[in-house]
């Protein structure tokens, strides 16, 4: 009796993962960034992050990283569904942060790179307690490492009128889906499957050895930021709305069947994707926390 009943809740567990999975650089994604992140982080902003995580994470940062994916569609929260992508007028394949900033209502800076901006000044605020503060400091947290994800997935930095590929309808082999959530899941479903064994952590552990070998001299180049901000998202969205257009769109017509010859070309964009948001979100943190003094951090 008690083994049918579980089982039974089993299954609609299962079901329901199955439902909630619809959502932005998929689950896969933001945990890997989130990952590659946590084993970069400095001394400083490890002991900060370990403070400002919800009990639940178990000091986890990538168990907690697609938070913000999972409250969004809740009334309550309905006003930072704006905040996980920037639109550019359509066809081009620039991004200007006066221009493209803004929500549909037209308000200034609610997009991805805006609360970038918005949450990483609150975390400047951190004095070393998560209580007594002016800013849930939580929050900020989960969804500025949410958000540096986000703006690292080409797709989120798309055209308006197609809604960065959500209202181009394509097919993923047999499956019938759309351009934004091929780039968001599909992608990175289809190599767990093809080549890590269906395995997320062997995935990672391949982007991981890549920082450290093929793309070790890059690394401080997609490190660099010296604003006085501690944050610099707009190259970011630069380097998206250009890999959307160079990748993303080309060959992506409405209606077409998208198979190998897609998925093995994008695949090492995507990867490289997942790499940079990790190592930039660790940058961004290691700055925002750090004791020393901005002039010292850039010039080390
Ligand atoms: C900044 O963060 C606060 C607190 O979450 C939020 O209410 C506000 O809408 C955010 N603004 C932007 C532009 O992200
Ligand atoms: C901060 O936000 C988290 C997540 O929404 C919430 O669980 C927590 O209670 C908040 N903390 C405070 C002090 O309001
Ligand atoms: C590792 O880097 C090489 C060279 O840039 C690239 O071809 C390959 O796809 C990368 N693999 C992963 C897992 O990122
Ligand atoms: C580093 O970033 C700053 C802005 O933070 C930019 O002005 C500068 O050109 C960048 N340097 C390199 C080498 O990319």
């Given at each position: 009796?008690?083994?049918?009943?579980?089982?039974f809740?089993?299954?609609v567990l299962?079901?329901?993962?199955l439902?909630?999975?619809i959502?932005?650089w998929?689950k896969e994604?933001?945990h890997a960034?989130?990952k590659?992140?946590?084993?970069l982080l400095?001394?400083?902003?490890a002991?900060a992050v370990?403070v400002l995580?919800?009990?639940y994470a178990?000091?986890?940062?990538?168990?907690?990283?697609s938070w913000?994916?999972?409250i969004?569609h809740?009334?309550?929260?309905?006003?930072?569904?704006?905040?996980?992508?920037v639109?550019?007028?359509d066809?081009?394949?620039?991004?200007?942060y006066?221009?493209?900033c803004?929500?549909?209502?037209?308000?200034?800076?609610?997009?991805?790179?805006g609360?970038?901006?918005?949450?990483?000044?609150?975390?400047?605020?951190?004095?070393?307690?998560?209580?007594e503060?002016?800013y849930?400091?939580?929050?900020?947290?989960?969804?500025?490492s949410h958000?540096?994800?986000?703006?690292?997935?080409?797709?989120?930095?798309?055209?308006l009128?197609?809604e960065?590929?959500n209202?181009?309808?394509?097919?993923?082999y047999r499956?019938?889906?759309?351009?934004?959530?091929?780039?968001d899941?599909m992608?990175?479903?289809?190599?767990?499957?093809?080549?890590?064994n269906s395995?997320?952590?062997?995935?990672?552990?391949?982007?991981q050895?890549?920082?450290?070998?093929?793309w070790?001299?890059?690394?401080?180049?997609w490190?660099?930021?010296?604003?006085?901000?501690r944050?610099?998202?707009d190259p970011?969205?630069?380097e998206?709305?250009?890999?959307?257009?160079k990748?993303a769109y080309?060959?992506?017509?409405p209606?077409?069947?998208?198979?190998?010859?897609?998925?093995?070309?994008?695949?090492?964009?995507?990867?490289?994707r997942?790499?940079q948001?990790g190592?930039r979100?660790?940058?961004?943190?290691?700055?925002?926390?750090?004791?020393?003094?901005?002039?010292l951090i850039?010039?080390a």
């Open positions: 009796m008690v083994g049918s009943g579980f089982s809740i089993g299954r299962v079901l329901l993962q439902l909630i999975r959502h932005a998929g994604g933001h960034t989130c590659i992140a946590e084993g400095s001394e400083d902003a002991a370990k995580l919800p009990k178990n000091g986890d940062l990538a168990s907690v990283c913000p994916d999972e969004k809740n009334y309550h929260w309905r006003w930072s569904g704006p905040l996980h992508y639109d550019t007028p066809f081009r394949c620039n991004y200007e006066c221009r493209d803004h929500d549909t209502a037209g308000r200034k800076d609610r997009c991805v790179t609360a970038i901006y918005n949450y990483t000044m609150q975390l400047m605020t951190y004095k070393g307690s998560a209580s503060q002016k849930n400091l939580t929050e900020a947290l989960l969804f500025l958000f540096l994800g986000d703006v690292h997935q080409p797709l989120h930095v798309g055209f009128g197609d960065g590929g209202t181009i309808t394509v097919r993923w499956r019938k889906t759309n351009l934004h959530h091929v780039w899941n992608i990175i479903e289809s190599a767990m499957k093809t080549f890590y395995d997320l952590e062997v995935m990672i552990q391949a982007i050895r890549n920082i450290t070998e093929d070790s001299s890059d690394i401080s180049l490190e660099n930021c010296s604003s006085a901000s944050a610099c998202p970011y969205a630069s998206s709305i250009r890999l959307a257009c990748y080309r060959n992506a017509t209606g077409i069947t998208l198979s190998d010859d897609y998925f093995l070309s994008r695949l090492p964009v995507v990867e490289r997942l790499a948001g190592v979100l660790a940058g961004t943190l290691n700055r925002i926390f750090s004791t020393k003094p901005l002039t850039s010039a």
